[in-house]
């Protein structure tokens, strides 16, 4: 919950950079934010998924808990495909593309 509330603040201190100056915003700006935006949003898919994946009545439905196995498996690929544009970033990982 800690880690949210966090993630939450950035994600507004992010949006106040690109509502400050919305004729000139770096790309740099853009990107914080959305990241930003999209671990709140990953936040809470995580607190819904973990809430549906502990009920019992879901459980005992088959076609419920495929549907919620399919929506943790969706989570996690997001999960990992933001952290790794995040790490890449950080570390300002570059690709040459050489034809």
């Given at each position: 919950m800690q880690n949210i509330a966090h993630i939450r603040k950035i994600a507004s201190e992010a949006l106040s950079v690109t509502e400050s100056t919305p004729s000139v915003v770096s790309l740099e700006d853009r990107l914080i934010h959305n990241y930003a935006q999209?671990?709140?949003?990953?936040?809470?898919?995580?607190m819904d998924l973990k809430s549906r994946l502990t009920d019992l009545n879901r459980l005992m439905d088959p076609k419920l808990s495929i549907r919620d196995q399919e929506d943790?498996?969706?989570?996690?690929i997001e999960l990992s495909?933001?952290?790794?544009?995040?790490?890449?970033?950080?570390f300002n990982f570059s690709y040459n593309i050489k034809n």
């Open positions: 999209s671990m709140v949003e990953l936040a809470d898919q995580k943790l498996s969706k989570h996690n495909a933001l952290s790794t544009l995040v790490i890449a970033k950080r």
